[in-house]
C-alpha cells in the first residue's frame, strides 16, 4: 500500500492536509475540533477558514463530543451537498457507520479522515488537572500518560475502518504523520498529494504490539468488573448509587431514539400505584425503574455500542458505565459474530430473523413450554 510522510505531528500533518485539501478544491469545508479559551474544551467546528484550521485541533486530547453524534445531527436529513472533510478517531468512525445503517446519518459528500488513536484523556482528569502538563504529556510522551479514559486503555479500534484516508502516527518516526488511503476517492487524493514515501510495515508491527497490549489490559478491566457485578445482586451494587439522570444516554451516540421510552409518561405513575408498589415491595427505592432502564438501554444498543467511553466520561456518579456496557457488548457481539462499524453491509443481528439460530438458548425454555 502506498504511504506518504507528511511533516508534523498527528495535529500538525491534519491541519496542513486540511489546508491543502481546501486550496486543490477537494473539499469545500471541513469538520474540526476548535480549543476554547485556556484550553477549557475542545468542540467541533464546521469551517472553510484556513485561519480557523490553522488553529484546529484535529486529533485534539478529549473527546467531549463523540463526532458520530454530531454528523448524524448534521446529516440526519439527507447528505451534505459539499464535500466536507471530517476527522474521526476510530470508534467515532465505528458509530458513525453504525448510524448509517441506524438510518440516522448520510455518509455520501463526505471525506472522513481517521486518526491513529493513542486514546483520549478523561474529562474528570481534564477538569481537575494542570491543564498544560496534560496537554503537553499527551503531545509529546503520551506513553507516559496517566490520565487515559478507561475505555481507551483497553480499546482495540486503535486503526479504524472505512476511512477515505487515515493519518497515521503509530511506528513511523517522531515528527512525521503517515497518509494512507482506504478507498477510490482516497487513493485518488494520495496520488496528488505531497510527502515522501514511507514503510508500512512499521506501523503495522506497532499497532499488533499495542492491540496486544491493549487486549491483555482489557482482559483485566472486564474480568475484574466481571467478577465483582455478575448476575442481579451484582447489577444492583453495581448501579447503587446512579442518580437516574440519563446522562450516559444522552452523549451515547447509539442511544438515538427521539424519545426515549424511559423519559416518556408511561413511567409516570400515579400516587396511589407508588403507594401499593411501595406495600407489595415493604419499600420502594425512588425514583423508581433506575435498574429498568440500565437494562432496557444495554438491551437496546449493546450490539452496536463501540466502547467509545462516552457514558462513563459523562456520568457525574463517577460509575464504570461505559466497562459495563463494552462486557455485554463484548459478549452479545460475539454471540452474533457482529463488530459495530466493520462493514455497512452486515446486517444489524436485531434487524433479522434466523429461525435456526440461539437453540442453546432456547432449550431450557422449550422443555418449560412442551415438557
Ligand atoms: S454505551 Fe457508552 S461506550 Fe457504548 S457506545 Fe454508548 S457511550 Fe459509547
Ligand atoms: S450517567 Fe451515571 S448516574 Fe446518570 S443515569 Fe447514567 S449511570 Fe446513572
Avoid at 482506504?182 to 498529494?193: D, H
Wanted: hydrophobic content about 40%; charged content about 25%.
Amino acid at each position: 500500500m502506498k504511504t506518504l510522510l507528511w511533516n508534523g505531528d498527528l495535529n500538525q500533518a491534519a491541519r496542513d492536509l486540511l489546508s491543502w485539501l481546501l486550496k486543490e478544491g477537494f473539499i469545500k469545508g471541513a469538520l474540526v475540533h476548535m480549543a476554547l479559551p485556556r484550553y477549557r474544551s475542545f468542540v467541533p467546528a464546521l469551517t472553510r477558514d484556513l485561519e480557523a484550521i490553522a488553529q484546529s485541533w484535529p486529533a485534539p486530547p478529549l473527546m467531549a463530543h463523540q463526532m458520530a453524534l454530531v454528523v448524524s445531527r448534521m446529516t440526519i436529513r439527507g447528505p451534505v451537498g459539499q464535500s466536507i472533510a471530517v476527522v474521526l478517531r476510530p470508534c467515532e468512525m465505528a458509530a458513525l457507520r453504525e448510524l448509517v445503517k441506524l438510518r440516522q446519518a448520510h455518509l455520501d459528500g463526505l471525506l472522513t479522515i481517521g486518526l491513529d488513536c493513542p486514546g483520549v484523556i478523561s474529562l474528570k482528569v481534564w477538569q481537575k488537572g494542570d491543564r498544560k502538563t496534560l496537554l503537553e504529556t499527551f503531545l509529546r510522551r503520551p506513553e507516559e500518560l496517566i490520565g487515559y479514559r478507561p475505555s481507551c486503555k483497553m480499546c482495540l479500534h486503535q486503526a479504524g475502518e472505512g476511512f477515505d484516508l487515515v493519518l497515521g502516527s503509530l511506528g513511523f518516526p517522531s515528527g512525521k504523520t503517515a497518509l494512507l488511503a482506504f478507498s477510490p476517492r482516497g487513493e485518488e487524493i494520495l496520488s496528488r498529494s505531497p510527502g515522501e514515501a514511507g514503510d508500512l510495515l512499521s506501523r503495522t508491527e506497532a499497532l499488533d504490539g499495542l492491540r496486544a497490549e491493549r487486549q491483555a489490559q482489557r482482559e483485566k478491566q472486564l474480568g475484574d468488573l466481571y467478577q465483582r457485578f455478575s448476575g442481579a445482586d451484582g447489577l444492583l451494587d453495581f448501579f447503587s448509587s446512579c442518580i437516574n439522570c440519563h446522562s450516559c444516554m444522552r452523549v451515547c451516540p447509539i442511544c438515538y431514539c427521539r424519545q426515549c421510552f424511559f423519559d416518556s409518561p408511561a413511567f409516570e405513575g400515579s400516587a396511589d400505584n407508588y403507594l401499593r408498589r411501595a406495600r407489595r415491595k415493604n419499600g420502594l427505592r425512588l425514583p423508581s425503574d433506575m435498574l429498568l432502564f440500565h437494562l432496557g438501554r444495554m438491551n437496546h444498543m449493546s450490539l452496536s455500542c463501540v466502547s467509545c467511553g462516552q457514558c462513563e466520561d459523562a456520568c457525574p456518579a463517577g460509575l464504570p458505565i461505559a466497562q459495563l456496557f463494552s462486557l455485554a457488548a463484548q459478549k452479545s457481539q460475539e454471540l452474533f459474530n457482529y463488530r459495530p462499524g466493520r462493514s455497512l453491509t452486515d446486517p444489524l443481528p436485531f434487524s433479522v430473523y434466523q429461525e435456526e439460530e440461539l437453540k442453546e438458548v432456547e432449550a431450557p425454555y422449550r422443555d418449560i413450554w412442551h415438557p
